[in-house]
């Protein structure tokens, strides 16, 4: 049964990866896409996110099935349901990366109103955040993962520059308020992944 139960977390593991993988790819695309100007980028993010909702209903089925046959106990049934719970939130996160698509397309439909600076820097932690995360869950790295939450404060702190930013931008009457709105929502989206 040992044997059959470490086959079966691998490939749960195997799995989450995956997920990840897709999550990570949903936001380069999206970011790429608003960056370059590139709306067959922001289409795949699209296509992205129903692989990450087919693989987030894969990853409950393959977790809830280990649990009815292996019946797993103490570490394993606690990586078990971490799993879960990650699960969910890479579902989310593919729902942020749709919403920052669909920001960017509509920002696209104008003309910029500001170099993009902050915001492929924050897409970058993220980015880094989600497989970091990831790796530090299937490795067990405890330091990898404290690593991860400090990386959330320099996500939060471009976030509220991009926000004092873009008001100083919409109050001094210079931009278009509606495309400096689409860029906050951007970057919340971002903050949110973090």
Not at 24 to 47: F, S, W, Y
Not at 145 to 158: G, H, I, M, P, S
Not at 182 to 191: F, M, P, Q, V
Request: net charge negative; with cysteine.
């Amino acid at each position: 049964m040992s044997r059959h139960l470490d086959e079966e977390l691998s490939q749960i593991k195997t799995q989450l990866l995956e997920m990840g993988g897709c999550v990570e790819k949903a936001v380069e695309e999206a970011i790429q896409g608003l960056i370059r100007r590139e709306t067959e980028r922001l289409d795949e993010v699209h296509r992205l996110e129903d692989r990450i909702d087919d693989a987030h209903l894969a990853v409950d089925e393959a977790c809830i099935a280990l649990l009815a046959r292996q019946q797993p106990m103490a570490n394993d049934l606690r990586w078990v349901v971490a799993v879960l719970k990650i699960n969910a939130d890479l579902e989310r996160m593919g729902d942020q990366a749709v919403n920052i698509a669909q920001n960017a397309a509509l920002y696209l439909e104008k003309d910029p109103i500001k170099p993009l600076v902050d915001i492929p820097k924050m897409a970058q932690i993220v980015q880094r955040m989600v497989r970091e995360s990831l790796d530090a869950l299937v490795r067990l790295d405890e330091p990898l993962a404290r690593k991860v939450l400090t990386e959330d404060d320099a996500v939060d702190n471009l976030k509220n520059g991009i926000f004092l930013e873009l008001m100083e931008l919409m109050k001094s009457g210079t931009t278009d308020i509606e495309q400096a709105m689409r860029l906050i929502l951007i970057a919340r989206n971002l903050e949110r992944l973090g």
